[in-house]
């Protein structure tokens, strides 16, 4: 039968329409379990010695002290870990030429950033172990430090891991078409070096895990807040030289993500070290401080790029040189690699043209480690297209919405490849541009913009179009050979008084997946989401899959369910057919029963085909199937990707003597398919728009030249709040990808992934007149009143 989602008056129909959290009462009643929650047995905690220095020889540990503390119990160091987990090496083979070195979990004779690990005490509380961390003593030598990312690769910079032969992590170059030439020949040509700060996440429930080890069982048993169970349960068993069937991991609720939480963190595998060697649970909650220099950055990057254009505005060619610098070690096992690889396959995504050159260059430095975080390298290819795009057209007198008008590909024209052959299956860029100029009046805000530089005020409108990655396909990891499931899978049951429970491989970390799976399965199945209790995040009873990351939750997880809610949907349909002596074809499910499907008439209810088939199976035909239970897993198979596209547009205006930046409105169309939940969609793009403005104007970073983190805590690290944040006005297309029933992208970090872009024009907008620019992120006020030159130093 042929869905048609998106019809009101259609029986059973919930998708598109905005249904409640079926989580929510439970949160909003202090009712979640969060990994701190969970109390067991014979309980430990432990806490983390962590290196003061970005670089030093371990000489020797003396914790004598530590050990006489009241409930400390034992005092691990890196050899000690060594012994039971074995290290890791964070490469992929598809990333051709990537190098990481070996990583403990524990540093055994040299750290190489502050914050990382180089011992563990465990204690009967957390406080006692932190009492007890506070006293280990370690005898450090200091070695030089590589912190400086464009001089990394030069001869008289020490080369951090001697192994390695020299600094470089990764190299990529792609090139299309005549570049040197089309730029020699061009009508204008426009350069510009972009920075992006490097920034970290600040979930509100910071890292965490609980991990029993029962020798009677055999059986290891994380409670991680995790995006990826599956994955977590793969290396856990890989490293602990444990079977995958005795290490379970169970995930439940999850105080955000962003990304944070996909990766395998050194503290969390001694975490689990140490519960294997004490045979007892052991605790591990990053407290606040710890997480700035233990949680994974983002975003360190330094780019010179320029665009040639025609005299029509047409975009000829496009060159960008993007330098990152990932810390001492490639992060396992999704590598760190990937954000500069995506910059070189996103940039110019939106346009049609036909030269392009792009290189990514890493290297190692003595930071904590970059890896992927939401929206990964899309913020960055984004700022860098749109930005010059906006130069572009500034520098031929072209309005800003009509030069993306000239370059944007058709909405027609699908199929069509990228000029960093990127395939994209149907994309909306003009549609949604439509609808962008008519929910923003963009004529109207350019007029009131005029009128009020007359008077001294200096506002900007800035335009950014995107394109986001979603639903990846066993090219993003599995050809490289990391263990990371691009499937995944859903287990649909009715159980005898009719209710239905549904089994999924992703994750509920605070987005609604909960909530999107209940609609998916009660349209797939004919009842109301009601009546789906939603589980996830365990590894002993959710099918296989690959969890919860670049925005593939509907489009993967969502076509799973759909798919086993109509198997189930059929089934259940089968045995009513006999019980009725009715044609199956019908029969329909509608509101919680068996209905005539012509006249909608009322022939059983679903409690009592779940009473007759578990009860009182003997009164059914010999040889009926009678399982009420399927299985179904889904994976993409015609495109490495489902590219979705949207575009965003920002108001702000400028105080040019103080250069502070006051967001006014923002706007975001966005096309992530077929959209499921339309509040959650909204909320999600939302809060992607507010990190992204974090980066845009306040997160960052800062090192000094020792590699000393100099703002670790959040009295020095701003992230966006309330107050500074604009009205946002969403909007949407709807181009459904037509390798799922469901049609479903993602609409996860599209947020995140346009807004830099459109804050950085907007505010270029406004500085236009007195001809200054700002291409470092963030766009902080003493940066703009440089570009200004009024600042005197």
């Known amino acids: 039968m042929t869905i048609q989602f998106g019809n009101p008056d259609r029986p059973n129909s919930y998708i598109g329409k905005t249904v409640p959290r079926p989580n929510a009462r439970r949160l909003v009643q202090g009712r979640g379990v969060y990994v701190d929650d969970i109390v067991l047995p014979r309980m430990v905690h432990v806490a983390f010695v962590r290196s003061p220095f970005a670089h030093a020889k371990i000489n020797r540990i003396d914790a004598e002290d530590a050990k006489s503390v009241k409930g400390v119990l034992r005092v691990f160091t890196g050899q000690d870990i060594a012994e039971v987990c074995k290290p890791w090496v964070a490469v992929l083979a598809h990333l051709k030429g990537l190098k990481s070195p070996p990583e403990h979990a524990i540093a055994v004779d040299r750290a190489c950033w502050v914050g990382e690990p180089v011992a563990a005490v465990v204690a009967t509380s957390r406080a006692a172990a932190e009492d007890g961390a506070a006293l280990v003593d370690v005898d450090y030598e200091q070695l030089d430090v590589v912190t400086d990312m464009m001089t990394a690769l030069d001869p008289e910079t020490p080369v951090l891991h001697p192994d390695m032969g020299d600094n470089l992590a990764f190299r990529r170059l792609h090139e299309q078409g005549d570049v040197d030439e089309t730029f020699r020949t061009a009508h204008k040509v426009v350069s510009a070096r972009f920075v992006t700060g490097r920034h970290t996440g600040v979930t509100l429930e910071p890292r965490s895990i609980l991990v029993d080890w029962n020798p009677a069982e055999e059986q290891m048993t994380a409670w991680h807040a995790t995006q990826a169970p599956h994955m977590i349960q793969t290396v856990l068993a890989t490293h602990l030289d444990l079977p995958e069937s005795r290490v379970r991991v169970i995930c439940e609720d999850v105080g955000g993500s962003y990304g944070i939480k996909v990766h395998v963190y050194p503290d969390e595998m001694a975490t689990a070290a140490i519960a294997k060697i004490m045979k007892r649970p052991v605790k591990f909650i990053a407290d606040r401080l710890e997480s700035f220099s233990s949680d994974i950055h983002a975003r360190d990057h330094q780019i010179e790029a320029k665009i040639a254009v025609g005299e029509d505005g047409r975009i000829l060619a496009m060159d960008v040189d993007d330098w990152t610098a990932i810390g001492p070690y490639s992060v396992y096992p999704r590598t760190s690699a990937i954000e500069g690889n995506q910059v070189v396959n996103l940039c110019g995504g939106p346009y049609d043209f036909q030269n392009y050159r792009a290189r990514t260059t890493v290297v190692f430095q003595n930071k904590t480690p970059t890896c992927q975080y939401r929206a990964v390298g899309h913020p960055i290819a984004v700022a860098i297209t749109e930005g010059l795009v906006d130069m572009a057209a500034a520098e031929i007198g072209m309005d800003p919405v009509e030069i993306r008008r000239r370059n944007m590909f058709r909405d027609d024209a699908y199929p069509v490849t990228s000029p960093a052959n990127m395939r994209f299956e149907g994309l909306s860029h003009h549609a949604s541009m439509d609808k962008l100029l008519e929910l923003m009046d963009y004529d109207g805000l350019r007029a009131e913009q005029a009128e009020l530089r007359k008077k001294g005020i200096y506002r900007g409108i800035g335009i950014a179009s995107f394109i986001e990655l979603t639903n990846p396909s066993p090219f993003m990891y599995g050809i490289g050979?990391?263990?990371?499931?691009?499937?995944?899978?859903?287990?649909?049951?009715?159980?005898p008084d009719g209710s239905i429970v549904a089994l999924s491989g992703v994750t509920e970390q605070g987005q609604g997946t909960e909530a999107m799976l209940s609609q998916v399965v009660a349209e797939g199945l004919g009842v109301s989401p009601a009546r789906v209790r939603v589980i996830t995040g365990d590894t002993q009873v959710t099918p296989y899959g690959g969890g919860t990351w670049a925005s593939r939750g509907a489009g993967i997880g969502g076509e799973a369910a759909l798919q086993a809610a109509r198997a189930l949907r059929d089934s259940i349909l089968e045995v009513a057919a006999s019980m009725l002596q009715a044609d199956q074809a019908q029969l329909d499910i509608r509101d919680g029963a068996v209905v005539d499907s012509t006249s909608g008439e009322a022939r059983m209810p679903l409690e009592e085909l779940g009473?007759?088939?578990?009860?009182?199976?003997?009164?059914?035909?010999?040889?009926?199937?009678?399982?009420?239970?399927?299985?179904?897993?889904?994976?993409?198979?015609?495109?490495?990707?489902?590219?979705?596209?949207?575009?965003?547009?920002?108001y702000l205006?400028?105080?040019?003597?103080?250069?502070?930046?006051?967001?006014?409105?923002?706007?975001?169309?966005e096309d992530c398919g077929r959209v499921i939940n339309p509040l959650l969609v909204d909320e999600q793009i939302r809060g992607g728009i507010v990190q992204g403005l974090g980066g845009a104007l306040f997160e960052e970073i800062h090192y000094d030249a020792e590699g000393q983190l100099l703002n670790g805590s959040m009295a020095d690290y701003l992230v966006p709040m309330a107050a500074e944040m604009p009205d946002m006005i969403i909007g949407h297309v709807e181009t459904p990808t037509g390798e799922s029933l469901l049609g479903a992208k993602g609409a996860g970090e599209a947020g995140t992934a346009g807004s830099p872009a459109a804050v950085m024009n907007a505010i270029n907008d406004a500085l236009r007149p007195m001809g200054a620019q700002v291409t470092e992120m963030p766009f902080t006020p003493e940066r703009i009143v440089r570009a200004l030159g009024t600042l005197n130093d």
């Not at 050979?481 to 159980?495: H, L, P, Y």
């Not at 205006?653 to 169309?669: A, S």
């Open 481 to 495: 050979g990391a263990r990371i499931s691009a499937q995944d899978g859903c287990t649909v049951r009715m159980d």
């Open 611 to 650: 009473r007759i088939v578990y009860f009182r199976g003997d009164t059914l035909p010999k040889g009926l199937p009678r399982e009420l239970v399927q299985t179904r897993h889904f994976i993409t198979s015609e495109y490495p990707f489902a590219f979705t596209n949207g575009v965003q547009a920002s």
């Open 653 to 669: 205006e400028v105080d040019t003597e103080t250069g502070i930046v006051k967001l006014l409105k923002h706007w975001c169309v």
